[in-house]
């Protein structure tokens, strides 16, 4: 059966911080998404990855595939991404993800 | 651009009663799913549809319907609701040549008194 863990499960930072989320996955994932779900309940997907390393803006994401391990960076924080982040793994059967619990993180002004 | 749209955004229903949640996507997406977002868990998967015409069981099916009216459409339908169906529900879509990324709907409140 397909785990993903994310750690911690609360962050809270101060505007500016480097932010980090961490997520570990079990055997038989071969991708990692990052998506974000905002107070108001919207989810949005941020990243798919299965090697290396992305990045859009401040946000980045990698992958260590030996390890089973991918983290999000969130570099110069802003209150505006204070969210709830979730990884996801897919592998085998594409048409399931299976979910971490996710991370709410908070940065205060 | 829409998205994914679903309805309603707010139900409250009472033990027994039925109801369908409706979702459309404009983005010609092949796969659509409905998942349940429930505190303390992750999204669970209640039932996908790969193509227009089928339909799958995910990680909790019980007490749940599903029809893919056409590629647009994709409805869930409580036919007996029950306490333990209270939850927030989501649809989402994903586009073939990119299997997992996700295009979800604002979510749809549900309680069940």
């Known amino acids: 059966k397909n785990e993903v863990e994310q750690s911690p499960q609360n962050l809270t930072a101060q505007e500016g911080e480097f932010i980090t989320i961490n997520c570990s996955y079990s055997v038989g994932i071969s991708a990692l998404h990052w998506l974000q779900q905002h107070p108001g309940g919207g989810i949005v997907s941020l990243f798919m990855l299965s090697s290396g390393k992305k990045k859009h803006g401040r946000l980045i994401a990698t992958i260590n595939i030996q390890e089973k391990h991918s983290s999000l960076h969130i570099t110069a924080s802003h209150p505006r991404d204070s969210a709830v982040y979730i990884c996801?793994?897919?592998?085998?059967?594409?048409?399931?993800?299976?979910f971490g619990k996710g991370t709410l993180l908070t940065v205060n002004p | 651009n829409a998205g994914v749209t679903q309805t309603p955004k707010f139900q409250v229903l009472k033990t027994g009663q039925s109801m369908t949640l409706q979702c459309a996507q404009d983005m010609n997406h092949n796969s659509m799913y409905w998942y349940r977002q429930d505190p303390g868990m992750g999204l669970r998967l209640i039932y996908y549809?790969?193509?227009?015409?089928?339909?799958d069981k995910g990680e909790v099916p019980n007490g749940y319907n599903v029809s893919r009216l056409n590629k647009r459409e994709f409805s869930l339908r409580l036919e007996s609701a029950a306490p333990s169906q209270t939850s927030v529900y989501f649809c989402?879509?994903?586009?073939?040549?990119?299997?997992?990324?996700?295009?979800f709907g604002e979510g749809s409140r549900l309680t069940v008194l």
């Open positions: 996801a793994g897919s592998g085998g059967s594409n048409y399931k993800l299976t």
């Open positions: 989402a879509s994903s586009a073939l040549d990119r299997v997992g990324e996700l295009f």
């Open positions: 549809s790969a193509s227009e015409g089928t339909t």
